[in-house]
């Protein structure tokens, strides 16, 4: 009879689960978390294989929230004690969500927020990004005030933010994203490592390199060309391998010799519309 | 936006990726970039035409002078401590054995960094930290130091420099990866020790996370480091890991400590396969050696003249006169763990962990701390072998919301043997096990912990060795809300009778009753409870119940109001003496000094970001503990036989109350806490004790 309770109370929230309305997905190749196909890890033991390998993103509306789950290929990890310094039960990962929630073109903002080294096209412009990172609302609020100022009324921060295995998971105001998910948004899904010494233009980014240090990604370059983005969703955002060479096109970079970053070419990234 | 310079060479990163980055504490931690008062900027134009002038004649000839390879990062952090008492000082707990000149309960402090490095290229950088010494107030106007004169003197100052502030070099290394097959990176010098893991080699606290010197080598094969390893080889710190906290200094047994070749050896292979499983060996030896005094060219030898106190010659001794000294092992540990990470399904990750210690002590060149020192003392007294009940096991499975309604489940077994000896693990800022345990913060496997140079505000550590059960916890999430329950059952290895704790096994002398870290210390004049390295008894047999609930919940309103409950239960009991079976007979025991406490304790707690930077919590606690026969004395006749025992029971009652205040802004960092604390133990044998503490603890930071 115990168990019969369970499952009766399992049923019920799965039948709840699927009750909810708009669920969407994107899916991401394992192994493409090698930014435009040369990215390595850092070396320092801390970084497991595939924690910042992004496999499927979904967005789910409940109520005036909607939740958002990243998955990633490895068991998520908080080897630097999060709760330590008021964080949210992960330390590694830095996940920001570009959303464009009008498709128009000259709308939103091209530029990423700082520390990606990379920017969107005009057609592509986002109206809102949301943050799921370690570090607690009081430090990321006071970083994106700090460092990026002009965006800061289109950043969102979650209401809650935690971990589950291999799944981050936010909850997001639905106020907040300006609106419930809907039909036609673009979608841009960038993993990024939480750096919580950053550079002093950098929101909480770690940076690639040319060389792989302990606790610096490797294979990029030493000047602030590179995009400092390991992994993202690309094409379709179906899973489809193919999607690996679409990611690494759409990364491409080049620098110029002298590190001006006016004369190099940043990364543009794509949206993906569902 | 133009840059001039390559990243390694602008940014502070690395710098501090090496001294602090896998610290990763919320304060110290933003960039306070303003510019300075406008009040100067001709000054700052003017100097800027010089300099440009200067740089523009002769430019080309220093287009990468040694300025302009070294990135620099400051920190000052300042830290208010306040309590109804008079002590005076800016550090809650300090040295527990001898007085310190830093702990106290009242006082303002401050401290400066500054932090260094240079890239010479992406193949070879070098750091430095350096520190100025904490411990003084702001009252300590012209001191420079604690020795105070013998005579009556108004100076103000001090013979010493313990107060004075002065910077101290903390941290330095050199890093480099040369073009040698498999090898990345080869440092010389500091590091935190965080490539191994808490039961061999454990990463240092944070107070310390340059103070480990040593060469570290790493390196891996394969595109995707399918093979990866690390090899080090450390400087023994010689206070604190060695008997008696020590490599040799202090210990009466040695007249000359030499500590100059007391070395750790650490190798870590790591296999990753696929992206389903990851295993990991690691092996490390800590090794503490003593000159052979009987060795003619030793400083100060016994036989300096190759003969006994006879006149005699002793044997073989003219022989060894040779030049060279030899040497003897004072302690000796080793630890082997392999460890498996399997992520066989989605839904499913597994984590297997065995290891195997030993311990090789000399008696005639370490005191013995069991005997001599109360008890206290980081180790057996004793040789142990690999297969000497010196293993450590843990099995974790996880499921990761196999139902997909947000219901996650976690189970753990654990069986850590009653000799396992890790000298060198983690002492704390690490967990190893799942369960919150008894004083919820972390587990871990060694009696060398550090509970000490913390504040009431820190979190505590518990030794795991001799534990053995199991936890499952469950946790669910719907929206914002959340809620997760442990319930966790524990035996003892460590339970038998008669144990030798005179000679062999440390007891840390305070072994009774439920730790009350909120009035805590460590002479143990306050009735604070098990010490909690404390895992060996005369007489024990013990079993543990934890349960926990915890709760939270983010209110949909204004900003969000997040709410938070938490429950939790220990029931402990210990039947300690028991009849026992031996050779003799049956030795006899007593249920007069049977234990059974029951613990149980309620948290609430609620908090509101008023602004972006201003965010205002405030939680209440209440403690209830009963415990019978929590403390007393096991009578005994004259041939040590059980006769009957002498415990009484003890009550306690807490309520604490507490305000946290946390302000970012801009680079500045402010953090306040508040305690109010109410404590009534009624004990059956000595005299009920009152508490009344009120407290706090601020502070302010900032990095550049």
């Not at chain 1, 939480?194 to 610096?216: C, I, M, Q, W």
């Not at chain 2, 719907?478 to 524990?490: M, P, Q, R, V």
Request: glycine residues 10%; proline residues 4%; charged residues 25%.
């Amino acid at each position: 009879m115990r168990y019969l309770s369970w499952i009766v109370i399992l049923s019920t929230l799965t039948v709840a689960n699927a009750a909810f309305a708009e669920v969407i997905t994107l899916t991401d190749p394992k192994g493409d978390d090698k930014g435009p196909g040369t990215y390595e890890y850092p070396t320092d033991g801390v970084y497991r294989p595939g924690s910042f390998d992004l496999t499927k993103v979904t967005f789910e509306s409940s109520g005036d929230d909607t939740i958002i789950e990243v998955e990633i290929a490895a068991k998520i990890e908080d080897p630097w004690d999060s709760s330590a310094w008021g964080g949210n039960g992960f330390s590694l990962q830095f996940v920001q969500i570009y959303l464009d929630t009008n498709k128009a073109t000259g709308s939103g903002h091209a530029e990423t927020l700082p520390g990606l080294n990379a920017r969107f096209s005009s057609e592509s412009a986002w109206e809102k990004v949301v943050l799921i990172s370690p570090q607690g609302k009081n430090r990321l609020q006071s970083e994106v005030n700090a460092k990026a100022k002009a965006l800061k009324d289109d950043v969102v921060i979650p209401r809650k933010t935690s971990v589950k295995g291999r799944t981050l998971r936010a909850v997001v105001s639905n106020a907040d994203l300006g609106s419930a998910v809907a039909k036609g948004w673009g979608y841009q899904v960038v993993m990024q490592s939480n750096e919580g010494f950053p550079d002093k233009s950098d929101l909480l980014t770690r940076k690639v390199n040319e060389y792989a240090g302990p606790h610096r990604f490797g294979g990029g370059s030493d000047w602030e060309c590179d995009p400092h983005i390991i992994d993202m969703v690309a094409g379709g955002a179906s899973g489809n391998p193919d999607e690996t060479k679409a990611q690494a096109d759409a990364l491409k970079y080049t620098c110029d010799k002298g590190g001006d970053v006016g004369k190099s070419t940043l990364a543009t990234l794509p949206m993906v519309y569902r | 936006m133009f840059s001039t310079l390559p990243k390694w060479r602008t940014t502070r990163e690395a710098l501090e990726a090496e001294f602090r980055s896998s610290y990763q504490s919320d304060s110290s931690v933003m960039l306070n970039y303003r510019t300075g008062k406008t009040s100067r900027w001709m000054v700052a134009v003017a100097i800027g035409i010089f300099v440009v002038a200067i740089v523009s004649y002769v430019g080309p000839k220093f287009a990468y002078a040694d300025i302009a390879n070294i990135d620099l990062g400051a920190s000052i952090y300042t830290k208010w401590l306040y309590r109804n008492n008079d002590s005076q000082g800016v550090l809650n707990l300090g040295n527990p054995f001898w007085p310190d000149n830093i702990s106290g309960d009242n006082g303002v402090g401050s401290e400066f960094e500054l932090r260094i490095t240079g890239r010479l290229s992406q193949y070879v950088e070098a750091g430095a930290r350096i520190q100025s010494r904490f411990g003084s107030l702001w009252q300590d106007w012209w001191e420079n130091g604690d020795i105070g004169y013998d005579e009556h003197n108004t100076s103000g100052e001090s013979l010493g420099m313990n107060h004075a502030q002065y910077m101290k070099l903390r941290g330095y290394y050199v890093r480099f990866a040369p073009p040698i097959p498999t090898i990345q990176w080869i440092t010389v010098g500091a590091s935190d020790l965080s490539m191994f893991n808490p039961w061999t080699i454990g990463k240092v606290r944070y107070i310390d996370r340059d103070n480990a010197k040593g060469t570290f080598v790493e390196g891996a094969v394969g595109d995707a480091r399918e093979f990866s390893y690390n090899l080090a080889v450390i400087a023994l710190p010689k206070l604190w890991v060695g008997p008696s906290w020590s490599t040799g200094i202090g210990d009466p047994t040695l007249v000359n400590p030499f500590y100059a070749n007391d070395w750790a050896y650490g190798a870590k292979f790591q296999v990753n396969p696929d992206s389903w499983g990851r295993f990991e060996l690691v092996g490390t030896v800590t090794n503490d050696l003593e000159i052979d005094t009987a060795d003619p060219d030793a400083q100060g030898t016994i036989y300096p003249t190759c003969e006994d106190d006879l006149g005699n010659e002793v044997p073989g001794c003219q022989d060894n006169k040779n030049g060279a000294v030899g040497t003897f092992t004072r302690y000796l540990n080793a630890v082997l763990t392999l460890e498996a990470q399997l992520d066989p399904a989605e839904i499913v990750t597994i984590n297997l962990l065995g290891g195997l210690s030993m311990q090789q002590l000399d008696p005639q060149l370490a005191t013995n701390g069991v005997a001599n020192s109360g008890g206290v003392f980081p180790v057996p007294f004793a040789d142990i072998g690999f297969f000497d009940k010196s293993y450590a096991g843990r099995v974790r499975v996880e499921l990761l919301d196999p139902f997909e309604v947000g219901l996650g489940m976690k189970f753990e077994y654990f069986n850590i043997g009653e000799n396992w000896v890790s000298m060198f693990g983690a002492r704390r800022e690490a967990d190893v096990l799942l369960t919150e345990g008894f004083l919820g913060g972390g587990q871990l496997p060694t009696l060398n912990l550090a509970n000490e140079f913390v504040d009431f505000d820190e979190q505590w550590y518990e030794s795991i060795v001799g534990w053995h059960g199991g936890t499952a916890i469950f946790d669910f999430e719907y929206n914002t809300f959340g809620i997760s329950a442990e319930y966790t059952f524990i035996t003892y290895n460590t339970n038998g009778q008669n144990r030798d704790v005179d000679f062999t096994y440390p007891t840390f002398l305070h072994s009774e009753g439920f730790t009350d870290i909120d009035v805590y210390d460590y002479a143990n004049t306050l009735d604070r409870g098990r010490d909690p390295r404390s895992v060996y008894r005369r007489h024990q047999d013990r079993a543990s119940h934890i349960a926990v609930v915890n709760a939270d919940y983010v209110i949909d309103a204004g900003r969000g109001i997040e709410v938070g409950a938490k429950f939790k239960m220990i029931a402990d009991t210990d039947k300690r003496s028991e009849d026992e079976e031996s050779g003799d007979g049956i030795i006899s025991g007593t249920t007069d000094d049977d234990y059974s406490g029951l613990l149980l304790h309620g948290k609430v707690s609620v908090a509101y970001p008023f602004t972006d930077e201003l965010r205002i919590g405030v939680s209440a606690e209440l403690d209830r503990w009963s415990e019978q026969n929590r403390d007393g004395l096991l009578l005994t006749d004259g041939d040590g036989n059980v006769t009957g025992a002498n415990y009484g029971d003890t009550d306690t009652d807490k309520e604490k109350v507490s305000a946290t205040i946390r302000y970012d802004f801009e680079g500045v960092h402010l953090n306040y806490l508040f305690e109010y604390i109410h404590k009534f133990q009624n004990r059956e044998l000595k005299p009920d004790q009152n508490f009344h503490i009120v407290q706090g603890k601020a502070t302010v930071e900032v990095s550049w």
